[in-house]
Nanobody
Framework: QVQLVESGGGLVQAGGSLRLSCAASGRTFSSYAMGWFRQAPGKEREFVASISWSGASTSYVDSVKGRFTISRDNAANTVYLQMNSLKLEDTAVYYC?????????????WGQGTQVTVSS
């Protein structure tokens, strides 16, 4: 079981950028595909982006394509989400999880997440 801790959220103005990090424990991190999800107030949690175990393949929800980039550093047991050109509708709690790549289906337990708030 991989334990995950998200960080890097905060308050940012529309058009700004943030980089989220997801630190994983366990020696098997590099064997897992990883994904980012988000949950806005009053809405269901939704898939945002995913990356294969090697980092060679990625997938994004249409609403973030061209603005967000997922990456990973297996030596550091960390997956990142670079978010540029942020919009008000990106406001949400962001979570990482192991994922059934290429399907947008989370496999593990949810952590605390990290809050991203985009202001006008």
């Amino acid at each position: 079981q991989v334990q995950l801790v998200e960080s890097g959220g905060g308050l940012v103005q529309a058009g700004g950028s943030l980089r989220l990090s997801c630190a994983a424990s366990g020696r098997t991190f590099s064997s897992y595909a990883m994904g980012w999800f988000r949950q806005a107030p009053g809405k269901e949690r939704e898939f945002v982006a995913s990356i294969s175990w090697s980092g060679a393949s990625t997938s994004y929800v249409d609403s973030v394509k061209g603005r967000f980039t997922i990456s990973r550093d297996n030596a550091a047991n960390t997956v990142y989400l670079q978010m540029n050109s942020l919009k008000l509708e990106d406001t949400a709690v962001y979570y990482c999880n192991t994922i059934d790549f290429p399907y947008p289906r989370a496999l593990g337990s949810w952590g605390q997440g990290t809050q991203v708030t985009v202001s006008s």
